[in-house]
Every structure is written in C-alpha cells, then in structure tokens.
C-alpha cells in the first residue's frame, strides 16, 4: 500500500513538471519567432557619417631675411667690395646706353636711305636732289660735301689737284666721317666684354679672402660658417659675366648693322662722285 502511494506521487510529480514545461516552451518559441521577423525587418542602420574635420590650424610663415644675398653683401662688404659693384654697375649701365643709342641711330639711318636716297636721284640736278634729303642725316651730308669739292675747286690751291681727284677725296673723307660717328662707343662695348669677368673675378677672390678671415678669426669651420660667404663672394663673378655677356653681343649685333649701313652709304657717294664728275649739277 505504501508502495502504490509513493508511485502515484512520483506520476503526479511527473505530470506537473510535464505541464510546466509544455506551458514555457511555446511562449518561448513564440518570442524568438517575433524576434526573428523583426530583426530582418529592421533595415540595417546607415553607416554613421564621417565627423568633420577639424579646421587644420592656420601655419603661420614668417618671412626670413637671407643674410647672403646683395643686400647683406653691400652692408657687409667693403670700400673694395662696394667699388668693385659701383665699377660693374657703371659698365652695364653704359652698355646699355650704347646698344640703344646706336640701334636707333640706325635705325635712322636706313630708314633716310630707303626714303630720302630714292628721292634724291628722281630729282632733276644735285642741288635739287639735296633738298629731299634729310637735314643732318649722312646722305645729306655727303652730298654736301660732294657738292662743296665741286663748287669750290677752281680758283683756290686746290685747283693744281685733278677735280677727278679732289672730289673722290672729299666724298671719301665724309664717309669716313660717317662711319667714324657710327663706331662710337664700340670701343667701349670690346672693353667691357673682355674685362667684366675678371673686374668680377677680383671681387669674388677678394671676397673669399676676406671671408676666410672672418673663419680664422672665429675659429669656426662647419659649413653654414663656409658656404654663406663664400657663396656671398661669388656673386661678383655671376654679376660680371651679367654684364660682360650683353656687352659682347651687343658689340657684335651693332658691327653687323653698321655694315649694312655702310654698304647704304658707299653706294650713295660713288654713285655721286660719278655724278658730280659727269658735270651734273
């Protein structure tokens, strides 16, 4: 009897538990299941969009003085240093003067032989032909001094001197005249082309000398103590050949215009020495 007790509580025990677990499982299943549609759902987040940057703080540049450059090399340099830059300086300048002045006296000059020459052998005598010249160009003044030899020969000690003679004379003296006023200047254009190298030159040994000093004295030798002067000392020999390089081209462009000029005006006066011994007047 106490056995048939004991195995109708052991079922009843047994009933229960079953009931309860029956009675979790579904609510269990039902919750994962509504959790499961809205998981899929709930459309996936956007990406979170990217903060923006902080401003970059502003870099402030401060301006540094170069302590080699022209500037220092004229505080810091010497009365040989400064006069060697005040020569250089005084070259260039000249050169430059010349090469301009000279261009447009050129210039002048073709532009009278293109215009007042033509003009000058449509006229009807050589006096009258003398007026459409010029005034103070070089055609003009060969002219006249073509038409002087011939006017003034007879009656004078020049009278013993073939007229043949002493015409050609007096043509070939204003053309030599011409051309002497169109070399002008040349001379100074070789001078500075040959020597502004070295006048630059001197300046750079100068320079180093004095910057090898200034080391000695210091005691110093690392290369910031080096490079800057010697460096400094180096701008004479870049500044001489600035000033050297336009001064030869110069020279040579303004020989070869000369020449054509002057095959301009050669041909004028031979052309009026034949005229004036032809007896046109």
């Known amino acids: 009897m106490f056995s048939s ?4 509580a052991s079922l009843g025990a047994a009933l229960i538990a079953a009931v309860a677990l029956l009675g979790a499982s579904p ?11 809205a998981a899929q759902a709930a459309p996936a987040a956007p990406p979170a969009a990217p903060a923006p940057a902080a401003p970059a703080a502003a870099v402030s540049e401060e ?13 810091q340099g010497d009365f040989v240093a400064k006069g ?8 260039s300048m000249g050169s430059w003067y010349i090469i301009f002045t000279k261009l447009f006296e050129q210039r002048q ?11 000058f052998w449509k006229a009807s005598s050589v006096k009258a032909g003398l007026t459409a010249l010029e005034e103070g ?5 060969v002219a006249e001094a073509g038409i002087k030899a011939n006017d003034h020969h007879e009656g004078t000690m020049v009278e013993s001197i073939d007229k043949h003679t002493w015409i050609g004379m007096s043509v070939d003296r204003a053309v030599g005249s011409v051309q002497g ?9 070789a001078t500075v082309g040959s020597t502004a190298p070295f006048v630059g030159l001197f300046g750079t040994v100068w320079g180093i000398y004095n910057a090898l000093v200034k080391i000695g004295i210091s005691g110093q030798a690392s290369i910031d103590k080096v490079a800057g002067p010697v460096g400094e000392a180096l701008i004479m020999t ?9 001064a030869v081209m110069g020279y040579n462009w303004l020989i070869r215009r000369n020449k054509a000029v002057m095959d301009r005006v050669k041909a004028f006066s031979g052309d009026l020495h034949n005229v004036l011994i032809a007896g046109k007047r």
Request: hydrophobic share 60%.
């Open 63 to 75: 301006a540094v003085e170069n302590p080699y450059g022209l500037q220092a090399l004229w505080a």
């Open 181 to 189: 006023r169109l070399t002008d200047g040349l001379a100074f254009l």
């Open 84 to 91: 060697t830059l005040v020569i250089m300086l005084i070259m």
């Open 109 to 119: 000059m073709l532009k009278s032989a293109e215009a007042g020459a033509d003009a």
């Open 27 to 37: 609510t269990a299943a039902l919750a994962q299941a509504a959790s499961e549609p």
């Open 238 to 246: 870049a500044i001489g050949l600035a000033v050297a390089v336009p």
């Open 5 to 8: 007790h004991a195995l109708r």
């Open 137 to 141: 160009s070089a055609f003009r003044y």
